[in-house]
């Protein structure tokens, strides 16, 4: 439509060229309600938008978009972020990581010598730990018919394997001084799983009691809470070569040194 048109409109209506005064759009939410989504979301961290903007209608009674919500939460430095693991852990689990800590505060640089830090691995040919990305142009909500097709393109295209191509079993240990042989434990896999027999067979008896000898008397053993370390066939075989383990409390692998390795 020509321009001329709304132009005559408006000096007809004013006597002149000068635009009438307009209305700013007005916000839908006040800064009390600003400050209601940002502290709902600090007090929950792991809320979604949609989340919040039904604590919002529910609370305030304030209807806005999700989208809104988002906004308001950036303009706050908030952003959403992939979140950290880790085990879950109840109140008697901290209770023993807390005295474990104390315990073993004041200790030495030459009793930590003493210990061997072990743990074992499963490795996968062909693993997946879902961080996989690939960059491409989005396809799916495109409304081009020819650009939906390029999630499936073969150079955005990510080739799995049944079952993870297989695994094995990979054991180590370090102390502070020395380390430990690779060993890889035969008959461990996806299907099966590490036993008893074959720890104390193909671990404790072929690698750790080795290296107790060579460490001597004080030599402490650190192989975590699985159950085929605590299991009474391990326990008792300790107690025939004169090993001793080191009481580590249950789901504490972030203490364990070994784990960075």
Known sequence: MDTTCFTSIAFQETGGFIPRPQTNRHRSRS?????????TSLRNRHLTGVNVQQELRRVRGVAVSQWTIRRRLKKANLTPKRPARGPKLTAAYRQARLQFSHKNLNWTIEQWSSILFTDESRMCLHGNNRRDRVYRRPGPREKK????????????????VSYSGGSGMMCAGISYERKTELVFVPGVGWRRGLTTQKYVEDILLDHVVPYARYIGEDF??????AWCHTASVTRQFLEEVEIKPMMWPALSPDLNPIEHL
């Open 31 to 39: 800064k009390t309600d600003d400050r209601f989504i940002v502290s």
């Open 145 to 160: 018919p020819e650009e939906k097709k390029l999630r499936f393109l073969q150079c955005c295209f990510a080739e799995t």
């Open 220 to 225: 402490v053993l650190m192989h975590g809470n």
